[in-house]
């Protein structure tokens, strides 16, 4: 911002400056404030639009959800080798396993479902179920949900800047097309009077 400020002023009594120099100065100038304060209220507005609807959800899943006791019927054998590190990860703390649980509701289900590794079969361990006794993942928490938020802000702002950016290409390549054709008009006008007398060659 201060680099394009400091040329704008350069510029304002140069005798080698040309209107379109001054026109793309001021283009840089309206691009990097949008930049600038576009992006942050473009950043702010989606940021506060996603947490809300995010907290929404939060408290939507907090009352949908239930963690029940389940029982391990037998271990399921496991899976080939996952080349995935996170999920390999994620396959040395849980195993899946059969298991048989009741309901909020009083409903009886099985299934199988991921188990911490510690638990045997007869062992107990929770899971989260919906109202009809389905095994769902973990709700959302109010972290999660404020994580979430500064991501979608933060990629509304990059892409506000990334609009304001390619605008100023778009404008500054205009205004170079035009610059291009009054010169190629000027060459072809001393062309036609190139070796006139009197027309100063």
Not at 48 to 53: E, T, V
Not at 97 to 117: I, K, N, Y
Request: proline share 3%; net charge positive; glycine share 12%.
């Amino acid at each position: 911002m201060v680099r394009v400020i400091a040329g704008l002023w350069q510029w304002r009594r140069n005798p080698l400056r040309r209107t379109t120099d001054l026109l793309e100065a001021w283009v840089a100038l309206a691009a990097a404030l949008l930049i600038a304060v576009g992006g942050i209220v473009a950043g702010c507005a989606a940021g506060s639009a996603a947490k809300g609807a995010l907290l929404r959800s939060v408290r939507t899943q907090a009352q949908e959800r239930h963690q029940v006791w389940a029982t391990a019927d037998r271990a399921v054998p496991r899976a080939a080798v996952d080349s995935d590190p996170e999920a390999s990860a994620a396959r040395d703390m849980h195993r899946r396993v059969d298991a048989h649980w009741t309901a909020r509701d009083g409903s009886g289900h099985s299934g199988q479902v991921a188990a911490p590794r510690t638990v045997q079969q007869g062992g107990r361990f929770r899971i989260w179920t919906d109202g009809r006794g389905q095994v769902v993942p973990r709700p959302m928490d109010a972290g999660t949900a404020g994580a979430h938020a500064v991501l979608a802000g933060l990629g509304a702002a990059a892409v506000a800047a990334g609009a304001a950016e390619g605008g100023r290409r778009l404008v500054v390549r205009r205004m170079l097309v035009c610059r291009y054709r009054r010169w190629e008009r000027a060459w072809e006008r001393a062309g036609q009077d190139w070796g006139r007398a009197g027309a100063g060659s």
